[in-house]
């Protein structure tokens, strides 16, 4: 069978310090939908690029890497519930079409609610983006303007078709309940994100606050070779403010390209927008200080921390090249 893999899709800039919001990974999950005879909804919400492979067909006729209805016969439309897999304020929608060339939407729109409590039967739906035309194989980046926070989407395509991969770009807005509790406080799933970076040649660093560990070397932060002094270096937004009582640096998969050493800078700050950070990052206080590596290991740190009320940013030093699999930040939200 030939397998076709999607083409190369960068990131637009604007959406590299957002969360996906609809990422399974995180939770995100297909609650219900109007119709998926031909390709299951939750495909949509794989983060992984969409394949096509030439030869494979199931029951129901050819295989899509995607969700996909059956042709409508009569009126209406195809829709899916869509659970987040946290609440967040949305910013941005990516419907892609990839490898859907006589079989996509004609178009789509996008209506988002507010229900923590998972309760959607009185709930109020807004639409975040009106019906939009949509075209064969191909991302459509549609912006959207709005300050309210939404824990579920609805996706409407018209009347029928497939949509390869749904992602949905926000900030999010972590519902904790216990304070006491610890938590990853730069996990993706508790808000954390990524500011800025030196180097992501072979891995960006947006997988080191990834769910679970990382399944091979492309799912972590990896750098080129350096043919010149210093070091690479990620800045990353912690989710929630809080003081560190443990790290985890986990360089799973790095074998002869772990890191020699790694450090980490911290800050805690208020108001300031992410291009001022970047400079000033270089003079932050130590978290911790510049530590050994070995391959593919979880290394843990406790003692080593360096005293810190609180903080709200931490500099990931690599030094001097490499890649890292993972970083942990376990601690109680400090108010």
């Known amino acids: 069978m030939a397998t076709l893999l999607a083409p190369s899709f960068d990131i637009p800039a604007q959406l590299q310090t957002l969360t996906n919001l609809a990422d399974d990974r995180i939770g995100a999950k297909i609650l219900e939908c109007s119709d998926d005879f031909f390709a299951e909804a939750k495909r949509m919400l794989q983060i992984n690029a969409p394949i096509f492979v030439e030869d494979k067909f199931d029951d129901h006729g050819k295989w899509m890497d995607g969700w996909e209805t059956r042709r409508k016969r009569h009126a209406g439309y195809d829709w899916a519930i869509i659970q987040l897999g946290v609440a967040g304020r949305i910013q941005a929608l990516d419907i892609d079409t990839t490898f859907f060339t006589g079989n996509y939407p004609a178009s789509a729109s996008v209506e988002a609610c507010f229900a923590p409590n998972g309760e959607l ?65 730069v996990a993706l799933e508790n808000g954390g994100r990524v500011i800025a970076y030196s180097d992501a040649h072979f891995g960006h660093p947006r997988n080191l606050i990834n769910p679970g560990r990382g399944i091979n070397m492309g799912d972590g932060w990896e750098t080129k070779r350096r043919r010149a002094p210093g070091f690479d270096w990620c800045i990353l937004a912690l989710g929630q403010s809080g003081a560190i009582e443990k790290i985890d640096i986990d360089t799973a998969h790095f074998k002869g390209n772990f890191p020699a050493q790694v450090s980490i800078q911290a800050i805690y700050v208020e108001d300031a927008t992410d291009p001022q950070l970047i400079p000033q990052s270089m003079f932050w206080p130590f978290l911790l200080d510049a530590q050994d590596m070995q391959m593919d290991h979880i290394h843990s740190f406790v003692s080593e921390i360096l005293k810190h009320e609180k903080i709200s940013h931490i500099r990931i030093n690599m030094i001097p090249d490499g890649g890292i699999s993972r970083i942990r930040l376990w601690g109680k939200m400090h108010p």
């Open 121 to 185: 039967a009185q709930v109020a739906w807004v639409n975040i983006l009106d019906n939009t035309v949509l075209g064969p194989s191909q991302h459509h980046i549609l912006k959207v303007s709005t300050d309210q926070v939404f824990t579920h989407v609805r996706l409407n395509i018209y009347p029928d078709g497939g949509i390869a991969r749904f992602k949905v770009y926000g900030e999010v807005q972590v519902q904790i309940q216990d304070s006491t509790s610890t938590l990853d406080l």
